[in-house]
């Protein structure tokens, strides 16, 4: 034994007189670190509700309970995450993943209650005491749980795609669409928001998993027009795509052209293998747009025999003659057209109803009508000087480029308005080598048009003058030009809260000589084929039909959709229109077909 | 080498002849499982002949919470939450090893201060679990007076990890592809403050504890590892190295950034329960000066993380790997096996702990007497959570 040892640990009286380590108040002395992942807090109004909280949690901590609140609102499914503090484990996964940047956790971690239930919690909705603590940890914005930036789309540059009519989107490669498709989340906010309920993540996972057949047959479940829709949608799923608040959102639209473009048009018969069983029904459909020709293809999978009735020489509608061609070139439009023709539904084009057969006729040869006919006249200005021979239309000069006729534009034009229609005939013009000036009411951000189709119109130099009123049109020295009278505007605030409201400025007044001036503010329906008892049994409300619940009408047999039956406007909800009035239809016309169960449901 | 004395364990194999509980002569006695603190939840199975154990035999099963097959349901970053659980005392290096098996799997790679922040945060790791060590060799044998110390410092290190990370325990800090967040504002200071603190209570605890006599007469000589068991039983770490093994990872096949740091690798010859104390005791020294040169060393920027798949469906493609890392007990590794879906096909967790608590432990527990045997558990340094993944 050795006495150093032994005197050695006596050593530890030393430590008598030093400060304890222990803290005497340690809930005010110690409160979590910054970044402490203590409990969750989650800022109601700025989360959307997509569950990614809940997809990434391990340990089901998370569910996606209804908030009154937030029902309704658009892009919010209405939900918000109840945490579970009987499961949680604090690894916050939750936090990294949250699309929106609403979750955080606080440096809070006590919390006492008699009650186990008090433990699950709506956070940000039921009020807690760490609700406004500022500390605690936060994902950090260079930190990512999947690629916030979308893959970037090839284009044609400004440059050469005014040269001619070839589209400007040159469309993933393969590997692209991976990558993109990668992004996808799954929440479904976009399948709840688009109005044909198409089933994105679906056809998006087909992507990753490279089974464009699959890809094919979910998207034709819902919309027989994946070829244009992936062109030309308005894609509303893209607005609210949660991926989209802290990022791009999923290139839903060019995702949905890329499975269309792997797939070879006479593949389709073999993979969508959409066997008919004729029922012996006949449906006449007025209009071969889009509601027209969706309304056709779910009726002709369902067995009737359909006939559509088509005034223009050729099928398609606004999307062959109003949508152009460095949009949508016919290939893509014909792929879709050409399958539903495939299957056995007969298209009569250059047939006028009204004209060439009167509409009784078809309600006494069929079992039932679509009316599916569209927008298709200009609205008007409502100025002096509006019936002047160098005022067109937008659409008159849309319908004439994409039939390949010369709309006689000249050199120097001025287009009035800020919808699709407006920068479409914008571009168009372009194309025909004109110098383009827009004239719109309002400011940019106001625009109805798609926001990427202003930017392409800047890019291929269409001067956009906004705050902009046509006044008056009037007769230049030249008899092949026209001036247009033209005020300034300012942006007055609506006492109602409604939009601001343009206000003409009269001190600030412009005069510009065009060589034409086209006009593209809107549009409105001919009805002029149906006669006066007809419309007058027809519900119609400033010239739009109000369709019931299945598309159906106060006349029977008799179905609407389509533009001229929706406030949206748009392809994709005529689609959907079509697509449910055959529903109605089937249902009109083989009710043994449903239970009551179904009727119940439904 | 010095000539190894006391209990020395032979290289026999052979079954034992079977212990006659019928002559009456021979008592059972069941250390643990009831030792949540020290060892954990295991238990040996004694044989007595009066004070002296002549059979051992580790149970386990207490703590089964079937990891390795909860993993293969959950998709790659939600294990990565998982993985934490299986040494509750080192988090860290579970972490580490699951993130850089999943980067080696799918291509992916750490940023370069990504990888020092991960040394450090393994160093300090390291720290915190020796600081814990020593308060539970020294408990082991009545000294209670350095636990209270050491443990407690742990904490302050434990702090540094609160601020670090986000949490005291599980850090779920080494996410795949990198760190989560950044150091926080004035880290080295604070670590700085720690570190000083750390090396005067390790002299303090040298005094107090290692020229104890009392520690030195219960701990020489007592289980006594000799350097041909080593291979055999797959003896690693500080057990190895207190028998003169020379072998550590960190230096054998440097991964992260230690082939930048100074170090040696410390080895003893004593190969009792002494010496390893002492060598864990150098290796905490050791280890401050590595906290110490990463702090320094690092640079100052840069990414944190690597560019990551969406995480929801992310698929690695088919492929197998082993990835090792020096733990304080040595090579902790994991074995995994991706088969190209969105969940790992296999994990294998190698955990020291297996073959020092079962096979190292029965051997060595025998001729010694009861009052020894926590002490000796403790000595071999085992966690058994990682026994039962």
Known sequence: MNLKDLLSPFYVWQRAFEKPYTSMRPIEERPGSPSYRGFHINVADTCVGCGCCHTICQNDAIDMVPVEKYSGNKGDSGLRPRFDYGRCCWCALCVDMCTAGSLRLSNEYIWTSREPADFMFVAGVEEKHWQDNELGYRREKSYHLYPPRRIEMEMLSPDESIEGFDEVVKGYDVEQAKKEADRCIECGMCVATCPAHMDVPDYIKSIRDGDYDEGLRLMYRTNPFPATCGRICTRRCESVCPVGLQGDSIAIRWLKRHIVDQVDAKDYARILNDNIEENGKQVAVIGAGPGGLSAAYYLRKKGYEVSVYEAQDKAGGMLRYGVP??????????????????LGVEIRNNTRIGTDISFESLLNDYDAVFLSTGLSVPSSMR????????????????????SGRDPGIGNKVAVIGGGNVAMDASRVSRRLGADVTILYRRRISDMPADIEEIHEAQEEACTIVTQAIPVEIMDAPDEKQVIIKWGEAEMVQDPKGGRPRPVLQEDRMHEDTYDCIISAIGQGSNLDYLSKEVQEQLAIEWGRFTP?????TSLEKVFVGGDVANRTADAISAIEDGHHAARGIDRFLRPEMYTELDQEIS | ???????????????????????????????????????????????????????????VGYLHRAFEKLMEGRNYIQNFTVVCRIAVPEPAFNEYLYAEGLEQLSGIEAPERAQWIRTLNLEMMRLASFMMWIGGQSGAFGLYTVPNWTIAYRDYVLDLFEEMTGGRIYHMYMVPGGVRFDLPKDFDKRVKEVMDGAEKLLDQVERVMYNNVVFKARSKGLGIITPEMVDPYGIVGPNARASGIKRDLRKDEPYLVYDQLDFDIISGTGADAYERAYLRLQETRQCISLIRQCMDRMPRSGPLQAEMPNVLHWKIPPGETYVKAECTRGEYGYFMVTDGTEYIRRVFVRGPSYTHAIAVMEKLAVGTNIADIAGLMVSLHTYPPEIER
């Open chain 2, 1 to 59: 080498m010095t000539q190894l004395t006391g209990h020395s364990a032979s290289l026999d194999f052979s079954q034992p002849e079977p212990v006659d509980m019928s002559s009456g002569k021979y008592v059972k006695l069941w250390q643990g499982p009831q030792h949540p603190g020290i060892t954990g939840n295991m238990s040996l199975e004694l044989t007595l002949d009066g004070d002296e154990i002549i059979e051992c035999k580790t149970h």
């Open chain 1, 325 to 342: 061609g460095y949009r949508l070139p016919d290939s893509g439009l014909d792929k879709d057209i050409n399958y539903i023709v495939s």
């Open chain 1, 548 to 552: 019931g619940e299945y598309q159906h």
């Open chain 1, 383 to 402: 100025i002096n000087g509006e019936d002047h021979p160098r005022v067109l239309s937008g659409l008159q000069v849309l319908a004439d480029a994409a």
